[in-house]
């Protein structure tokens, strides 16, 4: 189930008035939404249930073990590593057993060919469980958290299950804190009308990016030629390109504000999860705006312990920078093409590290670099690079198979086919609204014009409501039925 | 920010008021059409007793007339009751018939005799498209959720998850529900914005030429390739239950061939697709002894009397159809028949 298929439909309604009908206590609450987000995974697959479960009964023992044990006690050092340890282990298998075994058994397999040796390793077709990319990593932030005593681990199994198995994002994040969200679970929530009015808000924006804006662009756009690339022109190559741009933005940023309006229609904030990435003026910039919540995790637990660490990664920021990215192209899915992805980033981010340093020295040396840095030129500039960067990123992020990935790059320069997207005129003017809606988020989000932007939230009421309900009109018209998977839904 | 009960009421409610006065409008624009579905024909199939009961795609719907035109000209001494389940394929029906269908006709009174005790005969409709695999897609159309009670949606996703196939049970429910919007029903037709467009622009709703060559370019080429899909052996298998469904009860079973527009039909369709599938339809009736009326090109009906959809003929069609084929190949339901049954192949 997700918040675009039907079923959501009849789920949601009848799980939000039960819930604000629920006596308003912590236990009461918190139990009925542990029992939904069940109902919701069970939806998927009733079958995997216990493997979420456990894994959360088993993070939940942990972290009061942890407690239990201080780390100024240097005699529960060693039962405290070996506490982690088990976490680690567990949650980390899990997540690479589900997702990497068959990649990787592949993988060998393909060199054992190459190098005449025939031996083989079985290939199990195995189904990753919905969620495990996300749940897993939320589950191991919150154990480190608690191993060096950031927070106090939670002393209810009630919560700290739903703090892992949440059903607004349970399936594909925002990845949250033990920090953000076990407070909250920890006390009651009231109905506010303010809260509610936001929280519906937010859901109709998320349904506008993801069913109307992501798919539209990936259907009329992106698919037909990623699909037969051979027929288009290079134009149409770039086109596409930047359509899928828009899409994976759309998609993924619409997921986020669809799990944090639901959440929000109960009572409880998630993290935001993207920040107008396209204003980006740098790959850092970037990914301190796309999927926030996934790279601050990939740097506070992986990549800020390894550079400030005792250990041999202790001040290489290149090398590290890789690695991290390396990881998270390999997180996005177990393929050469996201592995690619990722490297593409880390260089690029090393890259940009080392062009940063060499540009503060020359600061440091002669003002007129200073003034050059905060130039409207540079700026743009800076703006453009790391947008294209990015776009063409999302060459092998597409991709199926790297060939694939460098064919298509190919043939942003060389491709001469003749085939056009066939558009009539009205779908041609709802992809432009779409872009234009991707446009003009980004743009209200600009601090020049975010006055105007409050000043559109203050419109009075029935303007506002006679708004929402001209947009929602637009999306019955528009917005097939069927909305299609969410592309992170597959991480 | 609404930070009101109030604001957030008048909010809601001035929303509420743009969406049902636009749906009040374009209801004028693209009236809903409500189309004779598979649960009014198990509604039907329970509450009358039929002497024939039709299955069939959704040109089962050509059936119902026929019907109605039957009851007519017998003053009711012989009725019919058609079940449409739309975009066909025998395995869907096979599925109905075991399900819907059967405990119906099966249904005994108090004293043990059939409630049903009047149903002599049993058509089924079928066209090569039929006898192809099921489609595979994102929608994965599963046309007897249309039938499905909450029970048997329960027991699917308890067996499979909620998946594209069960999901239509929800899909049909939700229209229910909204049964008179038509913005609901318009995001399966999607004609709503066109037919606005139209009627701003003061123009009809007719294709462009090219279009209108490249809508029957299509056709054309879908029944053309027919050919490398018709006799599926699933849907097969299911035909075959679904005669020993009418052997088990002495039904009088006939199978019909559908009319086809004849725009659809290029002369390679007309040597390769149709007679092939009509030849395994013979051997198969003739094996089973059933009788075959296959109307694919020898009904009157012509390109005319067909809807804008290609496939389904148009009312006016519908009781051309009726009148013409109770004059010639079906004149047989006028009359029950004799007992014991006797089926023939044709």
Redesign the interface.
């Known amino acids: 189930?997700s918040f675009v298929?039907?079923?959501f439909?009849?789920f949601f309604p009848a799980v939000l008035l039960l819930y604000w009908l629920l006596p308003r206590t912590r236990v009461a609450q918190n139990s009925f939404l542990l029992l939904a987000s069940w109902v919701f995974y069970?939806?998927?697959?009733?079958k995997l249930l216990p493997l979420l479960l456990f894994g959360g009964v088993l993070d939940y023992l942990i972290g009061n073990y942890l407690g239990a044990r201080p780390v100024s006690d240097p005699a529960q050092r060693r039962r405290r590593s070996t506490a982690l340890a088990i976490s680690l282990t567990w949650n980390l298998g899990a997540l690479a057993f589900f997702k990497y075994v068959g990649f990787f058994a592949h993988s060998f397999n393909r060199l054992f060919e190459a190098a005449g040796l025939g031996a083989t390793l079985p290939e199990l077709q195995i189904i990753l469980p919905l969620g495990i990319s996300f749940y897993t990593l939320q589950r191991i932030g919150y154990i480190v958290d608690v191993y060096y005593e950031r927070i106090a681990p939670s002393r209810s199994p009630l919560d700290f299950l739903l703090f892992t198995g949440f059903f607004p994002q349970l399936t594909a994040g925002p990845i949250a804190r033990g920090a953000e969200l076990l407070p909250q679970l920890a006390q009651p929530r009231r109905l506010q009308?303010?809260v509610?009015?936001?929280a519906a808000a937010t859901f109709l924006l998320g349904y506008m990016l993801k069913a109307w804006v992501a798919d539209s662009i990936g259907s009329k756009i992106v698919d037909p030629v990623f699909g037969a690339s051979a027929d288009y022109s290079a134009g149409l190559h770039w086109l596409a390109l930047f359509g899928y741009a828009m899409q994976v933005f759309a998609d993924f940023a619409g997921y986020s504000l669809l799990a944090i309006g639901t959440a929000r229609f109960f009572g409880i904030e998630l993290p935001i999860n993207f920040d107008s990435p396209f204003l980006a003026r740098s790959l850092p910039e970037f990914w301190r705006r796309w999927h926030i919540t996934l790279n601050r995790w990939l740097f506070d637990y992986i990549y800020n312990p390894l550079v400030s660490g005792s250990g041999w990664f202790r001040g290489r920021f290149y090398l590290t920078l890789v690695l991290v990215f390396l990881a998270s192209g390999l997180w996005h899915g177990a393929a050469l093409t996201f592995i690619s992805w990722g490297l593409m980033h880390g260089i690029g981010m090393a890259v940009h590290r080392g062009w940063d340093e060499y540009l503060r020295r020359l600061c440091r040396k002669d003002r007129k670099y200073v003034t050059l840095r905060k130039s409207a030129g540079y700026a743009v500039a800076a703006w453009a690079l790391t947008q294209l960067y990015f776009m063409l990123s999302l060459i092998p992020f597409h991709a199926f198979t790297l060939t694939e990935a460098v064919n298509f790059a190919r043939d942003l320069f060389v491709a001469h086919g003749d085939r056009r997207l066939e558009l009539g005129a009205?779908p041609k003017v709802n992809e432009i609204l779409c872009v234009g809606f991707v446009i003009l988020l980004h743009v209200l989000d600009m601090p020049a014009v975010r006055g105007t932007r409050e000043r559109l939230?203050r419109v009075p009421?029935?303007?506002?409501?006679?708004a929402?309900?001209?947009v929602?009109?637009y999306l019955?018209?528009?917005?097939?039925?069927?909305a299609?998977t969410f592309i992170y839904r597959q991480f | 920010m609404t930070g009101s009960w109030k604001q957030l009421l008048v909010v809601a409610l001035c929303a509420l008021a743009v969406i049902v006065g636009a749906d009040l409008f374009f209801s004028r624009v693209a009236p809903v059409r409500h189309l004779r579905e598979v649960e009014d024909g198990v509604a039907d199939l329970q509450r009358l007793n039929p002497d024939t009961l039709v299955l069939g795609s959704s040109h089962a719907r050509t059936l119902h007339v026929l019907g109605q035109e039957l009851a007519r000209r017998t003053e009711g001494r012989q009725t019919l009751v058609a079940v449409p389940l739309e975009n066909g394929k025998i395995v869907p029906y096979e599925w109905l018939l075991e399900h819907k269908l059967k405990p119906l006709v099966d249904q005994v009174d108090g004293s043990g005799r059939p409630v049903k005790s009047r149903l002599r005969r049993f058509v089924l409709i079928t066209e090569w498209w039929d006898t192809c695999p099921q489609d595979a897609g994102v929608l994965d159309w599963n046309l007897p959720a249309r039938a499905w009670t909450a029970g048997d949606f329960v027991k699917d996703v308890a067996d499979e998850g909620i998946t594209p196939f069960n999901r239509n049970y929800l899909q049909n429910r939700l229209r229910r529900i909204f049964n008179d919007s038509s913005l609901v029903f318009d995001r399966t037709q999607q004609t709503i914005v066109w037919m606005t467009v139209d009627l701003l622009r003061h123009k009809s709703l007719a294709l462009s030429p090219e279009a209108e060559q490249a809508k029957v370019d299509r056709w054309q080429a879908l029944v053309t390739n027919g050919i490398h899909c018709i006799g599926n052996p699933a849907q097969m298998q299911a035909m075959d239950q679904i005669v020993k469904f009418a052997e088990q009860r002495k039904l009088e079973m006939t199978i019909l061939l559908f009319p086809r527009k004849p725009l659809t039909l290029t002369d390679q369709a007309r040597s390769t697709t149709l007679p092939q599938f009509a030849k395994l339809m013979q051997d198969f009736a003739a094996a089973r002894g059933v009788r075959l009326i296959d109307l694919t090109t020898t009904s009157p009906m012509g390109d005319g009397d067909f809807m804008d959809d290609f496939d389904h003929i148009n009312p006016a069609g519908n009781a051309k159809f009726a009148a013409w084929a109770l004059d010639h190949d079906f004149r047989f339901l006028l009359e029950p028949p004799p007992a014991p049954t006797m089926t023939t192949s044709k």
């Open positions: 189930m298929d039907v079923e439909a009849f069970a939806g998927w697959n009733w009308p303010g509610l009015a936001s009205i939230l009421a029935p303007i506002r409501g006679m929402y309900g001209a929602i009109v019955f018209l528009f917005v097939p039925v069927g299609s």
